[in-house]
């Protein structure tokens, strides 16, 4: 069954970035020109989906504003001869459907999920963390090649890459083993693993695509790690019940929920861009030169 739906949670307090994040949604921190929210909006949208759940939470309604119209700037550009700024304000607010709920408690990203029940019903659908910026070929979304392995083997798809020992335990830790290409059977997981609990250095980075049944699932698991309701908990009973698929996707990921990834992301971005490339990479070699 095609994947048309995506939840992105961006509810989180965004505490590793405070205290710009008192204030300005993690999500919402710009990589150049565009909000980091955008460019997981942008990754959805090329993989075919449509419908788009952003769940967001107080402090938090400049996400909602950014896709949005807004008139009186729309006739200032138009009045002004900008055309070009016109109509890229225009495409941000045609990218999907989204619609937006709040999470009144931030009790974790399994309640953010759980969050968008009524919203995806029975049909599968796919979860891009709202903190996590992944620059892939155009032709080939991280979250795409999730959605082509769920088509493919049937089971809920978990993104995934290796990561350092001093990383795992501040993330989740999988048992995989090799199915065909970048793909792989899950056969359990734990989020934030003790040192002695560590399963391999395959963690889980920022993508998923789920069936419907974890929301039950999510409803009878407990409270985890750092007393909030964890999808890797309800994951791992999906694990164990139906089984998963791992994608090591090819993409580079960026971690917006931290101060280096977010100035990683500013310059690999950056040094790529049609606009100020060029430019931002000559002062990169001058200023290289004074470190
Ligand atoms: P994180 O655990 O990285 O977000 O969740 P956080 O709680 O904001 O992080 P700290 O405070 O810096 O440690 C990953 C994604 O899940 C969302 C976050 O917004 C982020 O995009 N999230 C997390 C929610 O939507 N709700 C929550 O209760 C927790």
Redesign the pocket.
């Known amino acids: 069954m095609k994947v048309t739906k995506a939840v ?10 405070l205290p710009a ?1 008192k204030s300005v ?3 919402m921190l710009p990589i150049v020109d565009r909000p980091a929210i955008h460019y997981i909006v942008e990754e959805a949208v090329r993989a075919g989906i449509t419908d788009i759940l952003i ?1 967001t ?1 107080r402090g938090k309604s400049s996400v909602e504003d950014y896709f949005d119209r807004a008139p009186e700037l729309e006739e200032r550009l138009l009045a002004s001869g900008k055309e070009d700024l016109y109509r890229q304000i225009m495409d941000v607010t045609r990218m999907a459907n989204i619609q937006y709920v709040r ?1 009144q ?5 399994g ?2 999920v759980l969050c968008a029940k009524s919203f995806v019903g029975s049909d599968p659908f796919a979860v891009l ?4 910026v992944i620059i892939s070929p155009a032709d080939q979304p991280a979250i795409g090649q999730l959605c082509k392995a769920y088509d493919r083997h049937g089971l809920g798809v978990v993104g995934i890459k290796e990561v350092t020992p001093e990383q795992i335990v501040k993330y989740s830790s999988l048992a995989v083993e090799p199915l065909e290409g970048r793909t792989y059977r899950v056969t359990d997981m734990v989020e934030k693993p003790a040192p002695d609990k560590i399963l391999s250095l395959f963690s889980i980075l920022g993508r998923c695509v789920l069936p419907a049944e974890i929301f039950t699932i999510l409803e009878e698991t407990p409270l985890g790690a750092g007393g ?1 309701l964890q999808l890797t908990d309800a994951m791992r009973t999906l694990t164990h019940t139906r089984g998963m698929t791992g994608v090591d996707y090819v993409g580079k990921r960026y971690d917006m ?2 101060k280096l990834g977010v100035l990683q992301a500013i310059v690999e971005v950056g040094a790529a861009h049609p606009e100020i490339g060029e430019g931002f990479k000559d002062y990169l070699r001058e200023f290289c030169k004074t470190l």
């Open positions: 992105i949670p961006a509810a989180g307090l965004g505490t590793r970035v994040t949604p993690k999500e769940i939470s999470q408690e931030a009790k974790g990203l309640h953010a963390y709202g903190d996590d909030e929920g931290n």
